[in-house]
């Protein structure tokens, strides 16, 4: 029971990272000048990514 909720506030903080990440507010990790094209590419799908997550999260608390 603990256990679920750990895993779900952890796809929750998850979620807001990728969303702060995906929308601007947070940069990447890492020297952005020698980011490969991928990584630059998988980050922006990281504004779709996050609120989804967040909402996954979210629907696994209330289930639970």
């Known amino acids: 029971m603990i256990a679920a909720y ?3 506030f ?3 903080c998850a979620g807001l990272w ?3 990440v995906g929308l601007g507010y947070l940069p990447l990790p890492g020297n952005a000048t020698n980011q490969p094209h991928w990584v ?3 980050a922006g799908h990281f504004k779709w990514m996050g609120p989804l997550l967040l909402a996954i999260a979210i629907a696994l608390a209330m289930a639970s």
């Open 6 to 8: 750990i895993d779900e």
């Open 10 to 12: 952890i796809m929750f």
């Open 18 to 20: 990728m969303t702060a």
């Open 40 to 42: 630059t590419t998988l």
